[in-house]
């Protein structure tokens, strides 16, 4: 379904979502439920998404209204179709794209600078 590279602009305007969507994580909760020990860094990076992700997939759900017209224009600008084609999407369709985006290569790194995934403001 994703037709380019996430860019610059693409960070713009996946900035302004997270604003609009007022979208943080409480890493601290997960830290405190997470054992350290005999565990390297990339598998306790791994237990903590998996902590805080299903958190962050509700929030969106919930606030995906807040930012109807960035989401939009986003998809589009990653897939090549029109804002209105976007409108039509099915919730599976809007998923996987998603699911699809977050595998891409910038894309995660992007997440970590953006401070949804350290904590409270």
């Known amino acids: 379904m994703i037709k ?3 860019d610059l602009d693409d960070v713009f305007l996946m ?3 997270i604003d609009k969507m007022d979208l943080r994580l409480d890493v601290e909760n997960a830290l405190d439920m997470t054992n350290f020990e005999g565990k390297t860094e990339e598998q306790v990076g791994r237990e903590l998404m998996m902590k ?4 962050l997939g509700a929030k969106v759900v919930r606030r995906l209204h ?5 989401v939009k224009q986003f998809v589009a600008n990653m897939t090549g179709m029109k804002e ?3 409108g039509k999407l099915r919730p599976k369709e809007l998923k996987d ?3 699809e985006l977050v595998e891409r290569e910038g894309f995660a790194d992007f997440l970590a600078d953006a401070g949804i995934s ?3 403001e």
């Open 4 to 6: 380019k590279d996430f």
């Open 84 to 86: 209105s084609e976007v």
């Open 52 to 55: 805080v992700l299903p958190d």
């Open 15 to 17: 900035s302004e979502i």
């Open 66 to 70: 807040k930012a109807r017209r960035e």
């Open 97 to 99: 794209f998603f699911k």
């Open 118 to 120: 350290i904590g409270k």
